[in-house]
């Protein structure tokens, strides 16, 4: 590994402070959070950071608190595995917590934090593999276009086909969760369903919208959702650790038997959560029954374009809409 300069923050404004200025090379400093994305990557040389921003130092931005107008707001630094064990949480926003106890291993979930989940890279075998310059790190190729493409994107392909590994993210965005991002400017809000980029946005490289002179600092649910009847399913193809082949995070307000609001991501099979939002409107009205759950899955997946091996994605993704919504009805 590179030697770097390790800055340990008291302040966020002290953190701020440390990230590069404005036509700054960006790539010369990361952030530190739970650090289990970020080190395995300088370990592996995909990353050569001369400066890494460690925010364990910066107090306040863990746990979470109610919000003026009812909602909840959540510290970025928050671990995964608080979410996952805290009770107050698995009664209100039991997608979230579900989905973070999907995380990987509960080492992992010890040190993982809800911001660096978010903010991680993909896992695509070309990404990860430091003698592969894929179009990720700056090439001119997505390799797994026309090679090993099993774990790969199905939906909002081109011209990079990873998939992002977040499994809170899905869930956020089917809570309309707001991202607070702190940078020199002060503070800005974006909603989570914005925050996440497709590679054909024009910058490949990036996944997100977050500046590198910005920190995501909270997380915020509106008010309500305690309300709404809410699940996160995942398929992965080692039980106990792994990423998502497919995931569902599907949230509902319900009037009596028939759906008044419907919220739907879809997690493991594009380059970003992927929000369903015909499919919201198609549940609209209907009882949760087999044709409405035929219904959902053909829809959520009608623009789905397989690579060569990960064509099972659709099935696969299909039958957890279908678990999902049959869940939520019993």
Known sequence: ????????????????????????????????????????EMKESLVTPERVVNLKTVPGIEGHEPTAEGGLRIGALTRLIDLERDEGLQGSHPMLVEAAAAVATPQIRSMGTLGGNLCQRPRCFYYRN????????????CFSYGGLNK??????????????????????????????????AGEREVPADSFFTLPSSG?????????????????????????????YL?????????????????????NGDLIEQARLTLGGVAPKPWRCTST?????????????CRLAGED??????????NGYKVPMTQGLIRRALQALAS
């Open 1 to 40: 590994m590179k030697s770097f300069e390790l800055v340990m923050p008291k302040t966020l404004d002290e953190a701020i402070a440390a990230l590069p200025e404005s036509g700054q090379p960006t790539e010369r400093v990361r952030v530190l959070a739970g650090g289990q994305d970020l080190l395995g």
């Open 300 to 309: 959520a997946l009608r623009m789905a374009e397989p690579l060569e091996q």
């Open 203 to 231: 910058e490949v490289t990036r996944e997100n919208v977050l500046a590198a002179n910005e920190i995501v600092t909270a997380v915020t649910l509106p008010a309500g959702r305690e309300a709404w009847k809410a699940t």
């Open 280 to 292: 919201e409107e198609l549940l609209v009205g209907r009882k949760i029954d087999e044709e409405t």
């Open 151 to 184: 774990y790969n994107a199905i939906l909002g392909g081109g011209p990079s086909y990873i998939v992002h590994p977040s499994d809170v993210a899905p869930a956020l965005v089917s809570y309309d969760a707001v991202f607070t991002l702190l940078g020199p």
């Open 130 to 141: 430091p003698h592969s310059p894929c179009l990720k790190k700056g090439g001119t190729e």
């Open 234 to 254: 995942k398929v992965r193809e080692r039980d106990s650790f792994d990423f998502a082949l497919s995931a569902v995070a599907l949230a509902l307000k319900m």
